[in-house]
């Protein structure tokens, strides 16, 4: 978030917490605390929701008529929905991990990881519906004044990444999007956006008896504990038998029946499936990276490359393992590839500016670092910047570089703070 943007926040928050203010809910009627108003919702959501997605992936870039599909079907609830006037989008984020999120003012996005899960239309239009009361009903907005996530100290700074870490970016505790997306709904949350899911469902002409269809699934895999799903989907949306039970009696009361779309979503998800041996490649390469075993996973993800070679995600991944083997030129040609297949994707230009500084090449580090900053700034690519300023005698720039980093509250942050003290004596 910018830093007009944070103040304003933070202003209309003291402001509003003096008074007490009351709204009432778009979606149930009822009266709540309202400290944040629509604008700065709406302005939150379109600032958190690239960034967001970035942390959490990155764009599905590889078959677009995949998102295109998934937006048709948002747009279609979010037309019935308690706010129409929302500025929906939707997107389908390139992780395994099942997951689905919304940010406030309707910025939706789901992950192939789940997409792979469902059987038709009318369970992706359930999975759709249920996001789209989070974000009309402001349950993120909510979650956001009684958890007080704003920081202004250290916002937009609490990502830090060395070169030999494999479970992806550590997320500190900065990033307002990342947290509104990943934080935990309560079960009175998870209810309403069940209850109100399954109504839009029906006014859409889908049939709504796949909403439980959809909590059966999820309550049966939370039992059996996939790893996935329980890092996933279920750390946000904790799903229930009292759910499955409570949208079964309101399917029983307004009626099933309706559209369920199985063969339009399997020609649809027909690419994905096509692709999913080169995904899994990767996540086998990935979990052979975390256990040390650097050239089994080395051959595994030149099998997923084999397989996939438009895959940005794939060559990262690649030249993080040449870093881990010091194979640092390696490792330079595929970031290099992988910011030429992604460029917006911050993380790549983050991880090839790291690895051309190891290299000595000061100007394409700084390049990338910067653009990676432009994406979603972190506490890293700051520090960093702030040492090839020094090297290249810009102090002024160094000065600025390092009480950016010095915000984050980690090892990153003391370095900082030790080289501006030193620079500033």
Known sequence: MSKKHLNAVAVTLAFAASLTGCSVNPVTGEKQLSLIPESQELAMGAEQYIPTQQTQGGRFYVDPELTLYVQQVGQKLARVSDRPDLPFEFVVLNSSVPNAWALPGGKIAVNRGLLTQLEDEAQLAAVLGHE????????????????????????????????????????????????????Q?????????????????????YDPQAAV???????????????????????????????????????????????????????????????????????????????????????????????????????????????????????????????????????????????????GELETARQRLTRANQSVPTSIAYLRLGDIAVRQGRRAEAITAYRQAAQSDDEIGAEARQKLAELTQ
């Open 132 to 183: 789209i009361v989070h974000a009309a009903a402001r349950h993120s907005v909510q979650r956001l004044q009684q958890a007080q996530l704003i920081s202004l100290g250290v916002a937009g700074l609490g990502f830090a990444v060395s070169d030999n870490e494999w479970a992806g970016l550590a997320m500190g505790t900065a990033a307002l999007g990342a947290q509104l997306a990943l934080a």
């Open 185 to 205: 709904y309560s079960q009175g949350d998870e209810l309403e956006a069940d209850h109100y899911g399954i109504a839009y469902m029906k006014r859409a002409g």
């Open 213 to 359: 269809e959809l909590q059966e699934l999820f309550v049966k895999l939370s039992e059996g504990r996939d790893q996935n799903f329980l890092q996933g989907l279920f750390a946000t949306h904790p799903p229930s038998v009292r759910r499955v039970r409570e949208n079964q009696a309101l399917v029983n009361r307004i009626g099933a029946g309706g559209y369920r779309g199985a063969d339009a979503y399997q020609r649809k998800l027909a690419t994905l499936r096509q692709l999913q041996p080169a995904y899994d490649a990767h996540d086998e390469a990935l979990a052979l990276a975390s256990d040390g075993h650097y050239q089994e996973a080395l051959d595994k993800i030149n099998e997923a490359i084999r397989r996939l070679p438009r895959e940005a995600m794939f060559y990262s991944l690649r030249g993080r393992l040449h870093q881990a083997l010091d194979q640092r030129e390696k490792a330079e040609a595929d970031f290099d590839k992988a910011i030429a297949l992604y460029p917006e994707m911050f993380e790549y230009q983050l991880r090839g500016g790291l690895n051309a500084l190891a290299l």
